[in-house]
Nanobody, 121 residues
Framework: HVQLVESGGGSVQAGGSLKLSCTYSGYTSFIDCMGWFRQAPGKGPEGVAA???????IYLDSMKGRFTISQNNAKDTVYLQMNSLKPEDSAMYYC????????????????WGRGTQVTVS
């Protein structure tokens, strides 16, 4: 199993920034991809950004230029820097990891954190 813990959420005004962190532990040796997803009330999960074990990143088109995903050297923490936040970015943000490839399809991810709330007003 892999345990994931998100932090860094909060309330911010439109145009502001937040940096989310996700630390994971456990059986992490063969993780191929770390991703950030979000889910607003009444909507399905939406892939925001993902980064693979080589550091290559992918983004939802609407996030490009505003959000940046990164990981630390130990590759046990993944970050999501969010700039120019908009009210429509308000959601619960989850990090997740998967084995075997990297994409933004939530159904392919194996382990999930509990989420951190982001509210933009």
């Amino acid at each position: 199993h892999v345990q994931l813990v998100e932090s860094g959420g909060g309330s911010v005004q439109a145009g502001g920034s937040l940096k989310l962190s996700c630390t994971y532990s456990g059986y992490t040796s063969f993780i191929d991809c770390m991703g950030w997803f979000r889910q607003a009330p009444g909507k399905g999960p939406e892939g925001v950004a993902a980064i693979d074990s080589d550091g290559a990143s992918i983004y939802l088109d609407s996030m490009k230029g505003r959000f940046t995903i990164s990981q630390n050297n130990a590759k046990d923490t993944v970050y999501l820097q969010m700039n120019s936040l908009k009210p429509e970015d308000s959601a619960m943000y989850y990090c997740a990891v998967r084995y075997g490839g990297c994409n933004l399809d939530a159904t392919d991810f194996n382990y999930w954190g509990r989420g951190t709330q982001v509210t933009v007003s």
